[in-house]
Every structure is written in C-alpha cells, then in structure tokens.
C-alpha cells in the first residue's frame, strides 16, 4: 500500500514517468482483487463458524483416519509455514482446511498441541452423569412392613398346632398343647456420611446442587444395603436375613450338593402350604437362576417360561422368579414374602452439617466443607416359618 502511495503523490504533482503510471494502474488493480478475494474469504469463514461445533470433531476425526490408512506424510514445508503464521492467520488457516477438507494442514493442525489448533475444539461436557442401572428391591416390597415401629416390638408365633388322635370306647384320651416362641423387632440403625467442599458444591454444573444429587445416591445406597441384610443378614447390629433359617426354617429341602433338578423344584411347590401358594415366588441368585433356567420337564421342555414382554419376571412352574444376588448360591427360596416382617422406626432421615467434626477429616467448619448423613432405622426377622420353603445345597 505504501507504493500505491507514493505513485499517487508523483502522478498528483506531474513528477510520474509513463513506466510508474502503468505500475500504479496494475498496482490498483491487484489491490482490488486482493480485497474482493479477503472479502469473500471473510464471508465463506463467518458462514462456516456458524456450523464449526456440530462439525469440527467429525472432520478431525475423518482427516485422522485417511492420514492412517493413506500413510500420508506431513508436509514440512507448510508445517513451517504454519508455524510462523500469527494466532488470527492459525485459526482462519484451520478453518479454511476444515471448509476445504485439507487432509495434510488439518494434520498438521490437530497433531495434539493446543497453540496447533486445540484451542479451537472446545470440551463439550453433557449435562448429564450416566449412572448403571441398579436392581429392584424384591424383598422389602413383598415383605409385611410395619411402619412406624416401636423401640421394641415382640411378634409372638405360633411353633406347635395341637394335634388330633384317636381313641376307642372308654380310653383315656391323649392330651395336645400349642407351642410358641417370640422373636423381638429392635430397629438398628444404618447410615452413610458424605463430606463435601464448599467449593465442588458452588463448581459443580453436571449437576446442581451437587448435593441433592450425592444425596438420592446415598438413598439408592441405603435401600440396596437393607435389600442385602433382608437376604443374608446375620441379625447382630442388623437386621436378620432369610439365610440366618436356612436351617431353622419349618419347610427345608436338602440336595446333594451342585445337584439342582426339575423333580427338587417341584418338591418345593409341593411342600408349601395352598394358601402360601397364591402370593408364591422364586428367589434365587444368579448362578442358581442359570441351573433352573436350563432344567427340563419330561417332555424335554424349558420349566422356565420367560415373559415375551419383558415386562414381568420369567415364571418356573407358574410362579415368578426373583432375583436377589446377595443370597448363597447353594439356596433357593419358595414362598410367600409376606411372612417375613420388616419393622421401620421413621423414615429416612437426611441431616446436613457444616459445623462437625468427622474422624479423619477434622472440623468441616474450618475447612469450608459440609457432611451429608442419611441414616434409617429398621429390623427384619423371618416371622412365619411355613411361609417359605427352603432348597439347600443347590450350587
């Protein structure tokens, strides 16, 4: 521009040769092309930034791939040339090779160095954290729950029927009696504590407030914990699981080990009382849940008839089957849930405190953190021991 200058000054005062006229003429010209093409570049650009973020991976992703499979080198001359370039002439550079699908600049641009054109594909993070489907609660929602529940609770039952006999005339006739026990609900308490900074819970954008989020976790938590203790809880601390009668229970079927057949189920059925049967169901873990699907009947046919909806659980002799992988492999469970009870002292509690002070961590308040405790109290015993037949040694 500063020629085009000077030839116009000369050309104004008369001082110009007719050589540096003709200079002037193909000077202006030159300019003028030189601008219509920065401005056509300038609108090709703006329209392609508009459609930059839904395409920039795609076309990296692409370009990455034909270099591999073509063995396509860089080109040093360019990379240099790029090199020296200012940051604005980079980033209208790469755009233009992103427009043009350019394999070897766009190589040379996205070769994993930010200053090359990292800067320009920005992280995109989904508003969304993708959590693993959990299992359903089998037990508590078959169980009797007894809600709220007292301190102590005594739950009376029935151990011995009085029995009939007969006599003949004049005999002294036998005497019978019923039995009883008492099992007692004392609820336990179970609780989960989640510490968390100020500074994650004002940060956070997945998900905010980060801390209503952590805490239908630690609700998901508490639930799946109680679904475990109803199956194999050992009854100090805690709730008593099915597993502690496996070998107190009033209805047992005991297999030679690893041995599970069709005729062992039906026994099963068989064994449990008519009434019990209108609310009957299967419950077993995987690896017993596989044996069972591939028995057979006589006629050579699957005892498992899976549901073609998928909407409801799979049936064995009519009755559904329930998966509860917390239970032993060597047991399978046959019955009504109803007669094991669950007594609940309140709901869930969540508490939130800033001030505490947590074993490990120190005075929350001096730290700007804050504690998230979700705690329930509860008690769970087998009540009714005919209610549910047992299967041992099913692995």
């Keep these: 521009m500063g ?17 540096e006229k003709v200079e002037l003429e193909e000077l202006v010209e030159e300019a003028k092309v030189e601008d219509e093409e920065t401005k056509d570049d300038e ?34 001359g360019f990379e240099a ?11 209208v550079s790469f755009i233009k090779a992103l427009r043009d699908n350019d394999v070897a600049k766009l190589k040379v641009m996205s070769a994993g160095s930010s200053a090359d054109g990292g800067y320009l594909v920005p992280t ?13 609660a089998v037990i508590a929602s078959r169980a009797t729950v007894i809600d709220p529940c007292p301190a102590s609770l005594n739950i009376d039952q029935l151990v011995g029927r009085p029995k009939m006999s007969w006599t003949a005339e004049k005999a002294v006739k ?37 801390s209503n989020y952590v805490t239908g976790l630690m ?25 502690a009668y496996a070998a107190t229970n009033h ?33 077993m873990n995987s690896a017993a849940y596989r044996k069972a699907m591939n028995l057979l009947d006589g006629q050579s046919r699957p005892i498992f008839i899976a549901d073609p909806t998928g909407k409801i659980p799979g049936t064995i002799l009519g009755y559904p089957v329930l998966r509860c992988d917390a239970l032993p492999d060597s047991e399978i469970w046959f019955g009504d849930l109803k007669g094991y009870w669950i007594g609940y002292r309140g709901g869930i509690s969540v508490d939130k405190s800033t ?8 005075n929350l308040f001096e730290r700007n953190m804050f504690a998230i405790r979700v705690e329930r109290r509860v008690d769970a015993e087998l009540a009714d021991l005919d209610a549910m037949v047992v299967i041992t040694g099913a692995n």
């Design 43 to 76: 609108k090709s650009i703006n329209d392609f930034v508009d459609k930059i973020m839904n395409a920039v991976e795609a076309k990296q992703a692409k370009a990455e791939k034909i270099v591999e499979e073509k063995k396509i080198e860089k080109e040093t």
């Design 3 to 19: 020629r085009i200058k000077d030839l116009k000054d000369k050309v104004s005062k008369g001082e110009a040769t007719d050589e």
């Design 251 to 283: 209805r047992i079927i005991a297999t030679p080990a690893n041995v599970l057949t069709t005729g062992v189920l039906i026994d099963a059925v068989t064994r449990a009382g008519t009434k019990y049967l209108r609310n009957a169901v299967w419950l």
């Design 219 to 243: 609700a998901t938590a508490l639930n799946e914990e109680l679904e475990r203790v109803f199956a194999v809880g050992g009854g100090t601390t805690q709730p008593t699981g099915l597993h």
């Design 355 to 362: 001030d505490a002070t947590i074993e490990g961590v120190g």
């Design 174 to 210: 036998d005497t019978s009696t019923a039995t009883f026990n008492q099992i007692t609900l004392t609820p336990y308490n179970v609780t989960c504590i989640v510490v968390i900074t100020n500074k994650l819970e004002e940060d956070a954008e997945v998900v905010a407030p980060l």
């Design 124 to 136: 995109i993070l989904y508003q969304r954290i993708v959590e693993e489907q959990r299992e359903d």
């Design 81 to 91: 040339e790029y090199k020296a370039m200012d940051g604005d002439k980079q980033i």
